[in-house]
């Protein structure tokens, strides 16, 4: 087994409504020309440049299958081997890491782009349902949400203003965040205010959608990441979890899948007490009552006690552990494209480059995926400068 594995580049696109004057491959192009120029990295005949693609992506979102098709000529990476992760991003980074890991490879550029202004989400997401008995009554991904939140809520006693808390912290750091799409103010009542999407879930309280946008990265093992670059991210935990498809079959008031994914990462990273050690978190919150039910999986706060946590102000910049110093998923990101998203921040933020979004002295990090109905499959990774 190798070393440590290393991020010794990352780049993306701003996020935007729609971006109707690039086509998917010109958006792949923009950030690997990015990273291939920060670490003058090429795809050599002789093998000692990129070793593999890894590309996430879902086919439905740009049409046909082997929507991929393009990467190859793209970047030049032929001869070489090429991989699809069709999930969220963030599980293309544990692919990759792996990959590494095993000493199959040495240096893979990861990339992930999506043009949700293409068709309709809710289509697609509601293709992935069970065809027999959930597909016949509509349910996609939002009203999955909308079930998980209305028990969620209920069970412990959450309410419609430390939801909407969220959705107010998310678009004020967004403002801090020049590829954010979303960064006007917000207060909680604007938010309560806004039309129902599905109850007890309202349109603010959901992510923005249509978003375009992409983003890539270069992981490397030990030896070669200090060789690329003089301030490599450490990949220093990895875990996932995948729970039961069938939502009544899940208790949908707790993460079981997320917890699980994230005692795995803390024990290959040695992590004890994550509201203390961590500096930040970027977590993928497609709704306002993901952040609080995604920090009790990650062990923020006890069971029940995500309300707790946005209203004590630790979780806001300049609190004990600033979540989505970014924005989030709130403000605007494509599926697929927002689980890689969240470990380019985490770098930005590890390396100081992350601008009048930076957390002073950030040191550790967490980063957290989410693919599935109602957070069925989860992915977390740790990081380290």
């Not at 909308?146 to 203003?161: C, D, H």
């Not at 808390?165 to 954010?180: F, I, L, M, Y």
């Amino acid at each position: 087994m190798a070393g440590r594995v290393g991020i010794v580049a990352v780049a993306q696109t701003k996020f935007e409504e729609r971006k109707d004057a690039l086509h998917s491959a010109e958006l792949m192009y923009d950030v690997t020309r990015d990273v291939l120029g920060q670490t003058g990295l090429e795809f050599k005949e002789d093998r000692t440049g990129i070793d593999c693609t890894t590309v996430a992506y879902f086919d439905l979102f740009g049409g046909p299958a082997g929507s991929h098709m393009h990467l190859g000529y793209i970047v030049g990476a032929y001869e070489r081997e090429d991989e699809r992760v069709t999930s969220d991003g963030a599980l293309a980074v544990y692919y990759a890491a792996m990959q590494i890991l095993s000493g199959h490879c040495d240096v893979v550029l990861l990339l992930s782009h999506n043009k949700e202004s293409q068709c309709q989400k809710n289509q697609i997401e509601w293709v992935g349902m069970d065809p027999v008995y959930q597909r016949r009554v509509g349910i996609d991904f939002v009203s999955a949400a909308a079930l998980q939140a209305m028990r969620y809520t209920t069970k412990y006693g959450i309410t419609p203003e430390q939801c909407a808390k969220v959705v107010v912290k998310s678009r004020k750091n967004a403002g801090n965040n020049p590829n954010a799409m979303c960064c006007d103010s917000l207060t909680v009542d604007d938010v309560l205010r806004s039309a129902m999407l599905c109850d007890p879930i309202r349109i603010q309280e959901a992510k923005p959608v249509p978003v375009d946008g992409a983003c890539a990265l270069i992981l490397a093992c030990e030896e070669k990441a200090k060789k690329i670059t003089d301030k490599p991210v450490w990949i220093t935990g990895l875990g996932t979890c995948y729970d039961h498809h069938e939502l009544g079959w899940r208790e949908l008031a707790d993460c079981g899948a997320l917890a699980t994914a994230a005692q795995r990462a803390y024990k290959m990273a040695g992590i004890k007490e994550p509201l203390k050690e961590f500096d930040l978190a970027e977590v993928s919150e497609q709704y306002s009552y993901q952040e609080l039910l995604w920090s009790e999986g990650l062990g923020f706060c006890g069971k029940g006690e995500g309300g707790k946590l946005i209203d004590s102000g630790k979780t806001q910049m300049g609190g004990e552990l600033p979540i989505n110093p970014s924005g989030g998923i709130l403000s605007g990101l494509p599926v697929c494209v927002a689980g890689m998203q969240r470990v380019v921040e985490c770098v930005l933020q590890l390396r100081g480059e992350a601008g009048a979004r930076q957390v002073p002295g950030a040191k550790k990090a967490v980063a957290q995926g989410v693919d599935g109905p109602a957070g069925q499959l989860q992915c977390v990774i740790t990081l380290e400068n």
